[in-house]
């Protein structure tokens, strides 16, 4: 059973930082595509960042320069750092794992206070 768990997620002020982390398990980890998406209230849910098997990663073009993400397949564990934390970046954070599927874990809740 494939399980992806995200956590770091909360409340802090525009500027501020936070670290997102999802831990799966089920899932052949250091081959699989692990991205980050968010959806704000009343949009669609959007990419943020993926980071493959190999270690290539890539961002969207409104997070660039202020999220990174990394992974440390030892652990299964994919990371999201959110620094310059902007409202607008306010939404639920989503962690996808992909291989011959698409999972996704349950969503941590990010809140970015002007």
């Known amino acids: 059973q494939v399980q992806l768990v995200e956590s770091g997620g909360g409340l802090v002020q525009a500027g501020g930082s936070l670290r997102l982390s999802c831990a799966a398990s089920?899932?052949?980890?250091?081959?699989?595509?692990m991205g980050w998406y968010r959806q704000a209230p009343g949009k669609q849910r959007e990419l943020v960042a993926t980071?493959?098997?190999?270690?290539?990663?890539n961002n969207v073009d409104s997070v660039k320069g202020r999220f990174t993400i990394s992974r440390d397949n030892a652990k299964k564990t994919v990371y999201l750092q959110m620094n310059s934390l902007k409202p607008e970046d306010t939404a639920v954070y989503y962690c996808?794992?992909?291989?011959?599927?698409?999972?996704w874990g349950q969503g941590t809740q990010v809140t970015v206070s002007s």
């Open positions: 089920g899932i052949i980890f250091s081959i699989s595509t």
């Open positions: 996808s794992a992909r291989n011959a599927r698409v999972f």
């Open positions: 980071a493959t098997g190999d270690g290539s990663t």
